[in-house]
């Protein structure tokens, strides 16, 4: 594997290259070119081989790359093998609808439980998952070493439910709430927008409908 920082991107479109390659089941050819992908996901062609060359050494010119190798690759760049227990806090209709998500152990999370203030809510088994009680959040924290966190409440509740988080020993935060969260120096946060998509599509499909007036 290529061991070169890459930009942000780049890391956005290698689970697109890796989703594209896992679905071709028996469809799957031994080897595999940038050029390949880049047609079936309309990219642009220079932008995957370079995005493919800053993980894999291994492509060869005319033949490209190992399609079950490059997968490997892959999944071992983007964490995919090394599975990290996570906790969602809000477990209304965005953290059920996480929590039951079955696809996110490929992706090397795996959510052990969430845990919600309204106890109606709580001590349910959810598609197989445990709704707990805010008050046992901090102990199963630390004794299952959970690393990542999962922000699902409503925005004026997420400063404190950060707060709590790290003083839980989370390191790696995932906010779902629309506000920005203060968090010491070496906490992770990736705040999440279905939002800034929605309008990145919309404006596409404006510049789309320009062009063709
Ligand atoms: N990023 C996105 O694209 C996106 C999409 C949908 C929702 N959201 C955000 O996700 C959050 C949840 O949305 P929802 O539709 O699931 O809301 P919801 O009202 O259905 O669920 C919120 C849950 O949080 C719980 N809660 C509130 N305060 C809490 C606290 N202090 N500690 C623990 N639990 C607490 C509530 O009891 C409830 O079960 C909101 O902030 C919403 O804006 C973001």
């Not at 799957?28 to 081989?49: D, F, G, M």
């Not at 093998?81 to 996570?86: E, K, L, Q, T, Y």
Request: include cysteine.
């Amino acid at each position: 594997m290529v061991n070169r920082s890459i930009s942000k991107q780049t890391l956005l479109r290698l689970p697109l290259y890796l989703n594209y390659m896992k679905q071709l089941g028996e469809n799957t050819p031994e080897h595999i070119s940038a050029t390949t992908i880049a047609e079936a996901l309309r990219l642009n062609h220079v932008v995957v081989r370079k995005d493919l060359a800053a993980v894999s050494s291994a492509g060869k010119p005319k033949v490209g790359y190992n399609t079950e190798a490059l997968i490997a690759e892959l999944e071992e760049f983007l964490g995919y093998n090394d599975v990290d227990d996570a906790i969602i806090v809000g477990a209304g209709k965005l953290g059920k609808a996480l929590l039951t998500y079955g696809g996110f152990k490929d992706c090397g999370m795996n959510i052990v439980a969430a845990f919600d203030i309204d106890e109606e809510v709580c001590e349910e088994d959810y598609s197989g998952k445990r709704i707990l009680t805010m008050d046992k959040l901090m102990d199963l924290c630390e004794r299952m070493r959970v690393r990542i966190g999962i922000i699902a409440v409503p925005a004026e509740n997420a400063q404190a439910i950060c707060n709590l988080l790290i003083e839980s020993g989370i390191l790696a935060i995932w906010n779902f709430a629309p506000v920005h969260l203060d968090v010491p120096e070496g906490i992770l946060v990736h705040n999440e927008n279905l939002a800034a998509s929605l309008a990145l599509l919309s404006k596409q499909l404006k510049e789309k409908f320009d062009a063709n007036t």
